[in-house]
């Protein structure tokens, strides 16, 4: 494979370069080497990511680029690329622009025609979905939810039919309010994984039906602690929920019995929580 070395820097380009988001191992070579090489380093927080540098001896010109200048330092950096300094963008952790700063300034590279490069690296939603056990082949980022229960709760409203696995970021102080409005939401049986500290010293990763899961978070405060991403399973209709064969022996039952002990029994055989059968049929006698 081919190694990258100094002398294939462009110039004029801006790289893109994802960090480790917990173990430092993870940075890749590509990564080294450009950040060793480029003019200019646009970091989120300087004094974080000297650290890192310090800690593969790289020597770097650093510059301030954050959530709240980005859209002022982007012509200065602009004016940098346009006399053909090479810049690395890189976030305190992760792939820059994935609920980092770097959005405004991509934005203004490519229409002023200059050069952008990504490098491929870690980025928490997908190690974590990666891990998850949630389906994989279709999945919808959503970033961190609204502060306040309203905004949430207005949020996860929306997004109750969607049948896409959704992945969001929280934090440590509104975890508990996250998942009890998930419960309000989306309901106590939705299954949704708690991936928490991931790649560092303290990761773990439990699943569960959101009740559950924000009952299990209640019990140890260090449940709650660290950074963490949320997977959460996509909605599913009660058909394609329900063994087909449940359906079969409650349509039976219900030609004897009443609905609701139909569904009783039907659940009882077939192992399926009588709730759901009994929310099915009444939908199809609505639907009648």
Same mark, same amino acid.
């Given at each position: ?11 004029? $380009? ?8 917990? &173990? ?12 060793? =090489? ?5 970091? /989120?927080?300087?004094?974080?990511? @000297? +650290? ?6 790289? &020597?770097?010109?650093?510059? =301030?680029?954050?959530?709240? &200048? ?23 952790? #992760?792939?820059?622009?994935? &609920? ?31 891990? =998850? @056990? ?23 409203? #929306? ?22 409005? +998930?419960?309000? /939401?989306? #309901? ?10 991931? $790649? ?6 439990? #699943? ?19 950074? +963490?991403?949320?997977?959460?399973? @996509?909605?599913? !209709? ?7 064969? !449940? ?20 659940? /009882?055989?077939? @192992? ?17």
């Amino acid at each position: 494979m081919k190694q990258l070395d100094q002398s294939e820097i462009s110039v004029g $380009t801006l790289y893109i370069v994802p960090t480790p988001i917990g &173990n430092l191992a993870d940075i890749t070579q590509r990564a080294l080497t450009i950040l060793a =090489s480029v003019d200019l380093v646009a970091a /989120e927080d300087t004094r974080h990511t @000297g +650290m890192l540098l310090q800690h593969f001896a790289i &020597n770097a010109r650093l510059f =301030s680029l954050h959530d709240h &200048n980005e859209q002022q330092k982007a012509d200065v950096l602009i004016n940098k690329l346009q006399q053909g300094e090479s810049i690395a963008l890189v976030s305190d952790a #992760g792939t820059p622009l994935i &609920n980092d700063p770097g959005y405004h300034l991509v934005t203004r590279c490519r229409q002023a025609g200059l050069k952008v490069v990504p490098l491929p690296g870690a980025c928490a939603a997908i190690t974590a979905l990666s891990a =998850s @056990g949630l389906p994989s082949d279709r999945f919808c980022y959503e970033g961190f939810l609204p502060a306040k229960s309203k905004g949430r709760r207005d949020a996860l409203r #929306g997004l109750v039919e969607e049948p896409r696995t959704l992945i969001f970021y929280e934090s440590t102080h509104r975890l508990l309010d996250c998942l009890t409005d +998930m419960v309000a /939401e989306l #309901g106590e049986d939705r299954h949704v994984v708690l991936a928490r500290e991931i $790649t560092k010293t303290w990761e773990s990763i439990y #699943g569960a039906p959101v009740a559950e899961l924000l009952a299990w978070v209640q019990e140890d405060d260090n449940r709650r602690k660290g950074e +963490m991403v949320l997977i959460v399973a @996509g909605y599913q !209709s009660q058909e394609e929920t329900l063994p087909i064969e !449940s359906l079969r022996t409650l349509a039976l039952l219900q030609t004897e019995l009443p609905l609701k002990k139909a569904a009783a029994l039907a659940a /009882e055989i077939h @192992g399926v929580k009588k709730n759901a059968l009994y929310k099915y049929a009444l939908a199809q006698q609505s639907a009648e």
